[in-house]
């Protein structure tokens, strides 16, 4: 057992610890900088080797040729069809790159790579030995966590979610002004057994800095409208549905697996679902769950991928709408009731088809031949 779940008041889901007593009081340190969040639903994965960026970037949506140590990024692997198979966080310390996946696709994406090295220098090994740790920057906690990571090759294994940002390369698809993943300064920590250990010890010491669960961190990424692998991508997901190109995607990379399926959506088509944004009506004490259908009248339009209660919006949810869907308000449908829904629009029904093609003008009839009278 880790020493996360050790903690006093830590309620365990799994190996994941869902809340510490006050999931609210939680999110509200978590966000304010002085909490960290054991993560204990995420998995790292080192690829090791002096071919290991060139071959990533070969085989990935991200370009990472000009990674330098400690840079943080992200990327996707698709299939042919360019739908998404895996995700992960990554950051490179001038020796072995490595990447942070959710649980549950770490296993598959470490056996895939495996599979794809060939020829190239990169070993790949999933680190059951390592845990993440999450904060938000800028506060005691950040101070503590990075502290506490690990440093194999002299840089400390923090990794910096590139989701606050556009990423060279990529495109954001939400039209509006403001982006909530502008304030979302989300960090990882990797660390081992030991760090773990005498980072409990240090956070239990200080009156400044707590402890928050699963729950404090899956409401702030929501309200961040951030995507994650385990709970908005299934079989048919593309990553503009998302809007996971403005972090993940490099539009003007070379050559990938699926390249040709994200640069045909992005510049000639729109993406058959879109990512939505639900504030839920709080009135009752309906809570959706990830699953549960979101209805437009009659006709069922999709369905919700994530849900939390926010400290400060209240009940929010993602959902994966069908693009036809319309922009009014919603019912999700849940096994003890209906629940209102209003939309904020992430990814327009519009999105995609951004090439400026020329249209060419098409002739009515065939140019006749000239009188010979005329001449």
Request: hydrophobic share 45%; with cysteine; net charge negative.
């Amino acid at each position: 057992m880790s020493a996360f779940s050790q903690i006093p008041g830590a309620v365990l889901d799994h190996d994941v610890v869902s809340h510490f007593g006050d999931p609210t009081r939680e999110q509200r340190a978590l966000d304010r900088g002085t909490a960290l969040s054991p993560l204990g639903d995420r998995t790292i994965v080192e690829v090791e080797g002096a071919d290991r960026l060139t071959w990533l970037d070969s085989i990935t949506s991200q370009s990472l040729l000009r990674l330098h140590p400690g840079d943080s990024t992200e990327l996707l692997v698709l299939d042919p069809q360019g739908r998404v198979e895996h995700a992960a966080g990554v950051v490179d310390d001038g020796v072995s790159t490595w990447l942070i996946a959710d649980a549950g696709d770490a296993p598959a994406l470490a056996a895939w790579l495996k599979r794809m090295v060939f020829r190239a220098r990169a070993v790949v090994t999933v680190r059951d030995d390592l845990s993440a740790v999450g904060v938000i920057a800028g506060g005691v906690a950040e101070e503590l966590a990075v502290g506490a990571a690990v440093t194999p090759h002299e840089v400390p294994l923090v990794w910096s979610d590139p989701w606050n940002a556009v990423q060279p390369g990529g495109h954001q698809y939400h039209l509006g002004e403001d982006h909530p993943g502008a304030e979302y300064a989300w960090r990882i920590a990797i660390v081992d057994a030991d760090a773990t250990a005498a980072l409990v010890a240090r956070v239990d010491a200080r009156a400044d800095a707590t402890w928050a669960g699963a729950l404090a961190a899956e409401a702030l990424r929501v309200a961040a409208w951030r995507p994650r692998w385990a709970r908005e991508v299934d079989d048919r997901s593309i990553p503009h549905e998302t809007d996971w190109i403005r972090s993940a995607v490099h539009l003007s990379k070379g050559c990938y697996r699926g390249q040709e399926t994200v640069a045909k959506v992005h510049n000639l088509g729109h993406p058959p679902r879109r990512l939505t944004a639900l504030h839920l009506d709080g009135s009752d004490s309906i809570f959706p769950a990830p699953g549960d259908v979101v209805l437009a009248g009659d006709d069922e339009v999709g369905q919700i991928t994530s849900v939390a209660r926010h400290h400060e919006l209240g009940p929010i949810a993602l959902a994966i709408l069908s693009r036809r869907a319309p922009a009014d308000a919603l019912v999700v449908r849940t096994a003890h009731g209906d629940v209102a829904a209003s939309q904020e629009i992430i990814v327009p029904a519009e999105a995609g088809a951004t090439a400026n093609v020329p249209r060419l003008t098409r002739l009515s009839r065939r140019p006749t031949a000239p009188d010979p009278r005329d001449a």
